[in-house]
């Protein structure tokens, strides 16, 4: 073991000098140099014209409109092969008017059988799902768009498009489509309005790409060849769209969207209290690409409840959000720095206080510049003494070379109005907490590189949390190898009370290196290694803590998949820390921990009725103690009506004492009815028995026009012995979406 460790800490010492030699000089290199390539499939184009002929969104396609158009046909198979072209035949074709754009897709079932979907619910996973997606790139940036789609029994599907490839499911909007099925075929036929999406006036070619998914043949196929390695959303694979004329100007939009809610509820105390509440927002579009949004008395009653997780990790756990108003173009915002360094996190905005108003302004000011203006303000809570509290956010982008990007963000967060000002409340809640930061995102033209580099600054009272933070990557994704090296250090001092820093006072050294094989036949179609390694150290460069583990994995031609890992462990514990987090002893700070562990994760193929997954943990833990965990998650569906789901996982943690043997469960079911496309209940019960919680959401949602929803909404919350306490709330809301 000490040849081993040795020889770890030799290689360590090489890497460092090189990243602090070479680093910055090859990454100037790469991020300068792979960018100027032209746009890969420039040369499939699909024209567009304005009709003046009705078309009908029934699904049916009869219109006399679609027998003037082009058609997008001959896909290419992206899996489970890239090097041929679909088996499954599919035709496109668009057209528009004055106010919408239209398309209609015919799916030809060249393989018999039925159609496999997993609910009519809107926004579906896509992998488990017979479906057709549209990808638009008005600004044919290759960086930012929309995403529309259907599953083949109709649930919708839109999102905003953002980092060249990743879809945002969180935002929707206003527009219309229908499905139609018979035995050799289903169609899809959609009109999107104008004025429901942002493009610049006067282009007469953006990007496009059409994605099909088969579950029949597990063949995924696009318009435009795309790497297997990539997803069909990429944008730098896009093709083009050439209009016959500019699009209209959508003009001036204005869009009211009030809502109105009444709610029972009982606290812990058992009080109960009745409640009404009103409010609303508003959107004007201040150019064709740039929006703002009004907020006043905003409420996220109707939001899905957060998923328990079993905490046994030592810093705080990330939840992602789930708020309307905070999600249309939430990347100019959110994805900032890394997972565990980021400067804005919205989630601290509201969090146990009410959002008085907010006001935010985003979108692209050309092709090559992007903004994010954000500004909320919250209450003042008496009880507490915390302040009044105001929240200001710039994001600023700027695209280079082919698909890169340099990006500004300021956040500023502000204390005002304290209800009794004293050094203690000041401390508390300090008077500001700022943030400026540069980043360089990399994105060559192929795809094949990708990267990072970024530096924060934060500002505090009394220079009490002025600090930095600064991190870089580079990767590089082929069809058979991925590799990846990264760095990055928080100092100790750096703060970001509007972020979402877990841990400061680290420099944090990881990398991968991953192949693949590909067999020509049998019932495997990949398989291969990956090694991973994520060494931190304090700030004087001492070894706190590390993981390696390698990682074999199967993908098999049918979308299931089996993996297998062998991990080793380290942890000089920097804090006091309670591995069973149960409320027991701690861990003394700088006590020392090493482990190994095995396991491995299936995941069946989606096309069955019944689904499930299977994850598996063996072995140590702290204090030379053993933990085994045991995670699965079943599904059944009676398609494409009703969806049922059950998690469940298992822990058993053996210590010596004062910890002794520990065990727990946390368990999770999920009933989704989805009565039609624009109809759907669902109900989620949840029981975690490390913190003594159970939960239950349930939420009935009627989409009774485009965007405008009736929710009832029922929670109950209950805490089990040693704890007590017990609340629930019944919540009616109602709003709606007003275009003047």
Avoid at 503 to 514: A, D, E, V
Wanted: with cysteine.
């Amino acid at each position: 073991m000490c040849i081993i460790d040795g020889l770890k800490y030799h290689i360590l010492g090489i890497f460092v000098l090189i990243m602090k030699k070479q680093f910055v000089s090859i990454a100037i290199l790469l991020f300068c140099t792979l960018g100027f390539t032209q746009k890969k499939n420039e040369s499939f184009r699909l024209n567009i014209r304005k009709t003046t002929l009705p078309i009908v969104i029934d699904g049916i396609a009869d219109d006399l409109a679609w027998q003037k158009t082009d058609v997008a046909d001959d896909f290419f198979m992206v899996l489970p092969m890239d090097d041929r072209k679909a088996t499954q035949t599919t035709e496109i074709r668009m057209a528009y008017d004055d106010n919408n754009i239209y398309l209609v897709a015919t799916f030809f079932n060249n393989t018999k059988g039925k159609n496999f979907v997993e609910s009519l619910r809107r926004d579906f996973s896509f992998g488990k799902n017979d479906n057709f997606l549209l990808f638009l790139d008005p600004f044919n940036n290759q960086t930012t768009g929309f995403s529309f789609g259907s599953n083949a029994a109709g649930a919708q599907w839109d999102g905003t498009m953002y980092e060249g490839g990743r879809v945002d499911l969180n935002w929707d909007s206003k527009w219309v489509s229908e499905v139609v099925q018979d035995d050799g075929k289903w169609v899809f036929e959609m009109a999107v309005p104008f004025k429901s999406i942002r493009y610049e006036d006067g282009v007469k070619e953006w990007g496009i790409n059409f994605s099909r998914l088969d579950l029949k043949t597990s063949e995924k196929s696009s318009w435009t060849p795309i790497p297997r390695q990539f997803p069909t959303a990429s944008l730098a694979y896009t093709g083009v769209l050439v209009w016959d004329e500019p699009p209209p100007s959508p003009g001036t939009n204005f869009s009211l969207i009030p809502y109105a809610l009444t709610s029972v509820s009982k606290d812990l105390e058992g009080e109960t209290t009745f409640d009404k509440k009103i409010g609303g927002d508003v959107k004007v579009s201040l150019t064709s690409s740039l929006n703002l949004d009004l907020t006043v008395n905003p409420d996220f009653s109707q939001v899905e409840v957060d998923r328990q997780v079993t905490n046994l990790d030592r810093f705080e756990l990330f939840f992602p959000e789930k708020r309307q108003f905070f999600l249309e173009n939430g990347d100019l915002f959110a994805n900032f720095g890394y997972p565990t360094i980021r400067p804005f996190f919205s989630r601290r905005i509201g969090l146990g206080v009410p959002i008085r108003a907010g006001a935010r302004i985003s979108g692209n000011l050309n092709e090559k510049w992007r903004l994010g203006l954000m500004d909320m303000q919250t209450a003042a809570v008496d009880e507490t003494g915390l302040p009044s509290q105001n929240f200001g956010v710039l994001s600023l982008q700027r695209k280079v070379f082919s698909r890169s990007s340099i990006g500004l963000m300021v956040v500023n967060k502000e204390s005002i109005n304290y209800p009794i000002e004293n050094d203690s409340l000041t401390t508390l809640y300090p008077k500001f907490n700022r943030n400026v930061g540069v980043e360089y995102n990399l994105a060559s033209a192929n795809n094949l590189w990708n990267g990072k580099a970024f530096l924060l600054k934060s500002f505090s009272p009394n220079k009490i949390g002025n600090g930095i933070t600064q991190a870089a990557h580079l990767e590089y994704k082929s069809r058979k190898w991925n590799w990846r090296i990264q760095e990055e250090s928080v100092e100790e001092s750096y703060t970001a009370e509007v972020g979402f820093v877990p841990r400061n006072g680290y420099i944090n050294l990881q990398s991968f290196l991953g192949h693949l094989f590909f067999p020509k036949a049998g019932i495997i179609l990949s398989h291969g290694p990956t090694l991973n390694t994520s060494y931190f150290f304090n700030e004087n460069f001492k070894r706190t803590d590390n993981t390696s583990y390698l990682l074999y994995s199967f993908a098999f031609r049918n979308r299931s998949s089996l993996d297998f890992f062998i991990s080793d462990d380290f942890v000089e514990l920097i804090s006091p820390f309670d591995p069973t987090r149960l409320g027991r002893e701690e861990l003394a700070a700088g006590t020392q921990h090493q482990w190994n562990a095995y396991g491995w994760m299936y995941e069946s193929k989606p096309q069955s009725l019944f689904t499930y997954t299977f994850d598996a943990r063996f072995g140590g833990y702290y204090e030379d103690g053993n933990r085994t965990s045991l995670t699965t998650a079943l599904g059944y569906r009676f398609q494409p009506y009703v969806s049922l789901n059950a998690n469940l996982n298992y822990n058993r943690i053996k210590l010596p004492a004062p910890w002794n043997t520990n065990q727990f469960w946390l368990i999770g079911s999920e009933v989704d009815v989805t009565f039609t496309n624009k109809l759907f209940f669902a109900t989620l019960f949840q029981y975690n028995e490390q913190s003594k919680n159970f939960n239950l959401n349930s939420r009935f949602q009627w989409r009774y026009k485009p965007a405008s929803d009736l929710f009832i909404v029922y929670t109950n919350n209950h805490l089990l012995s040693p704890y007590s306490g017990r609340t629930w709330s019944l919540t009616l809301k109602l709003n709606y979406w007003f275009n003047p």
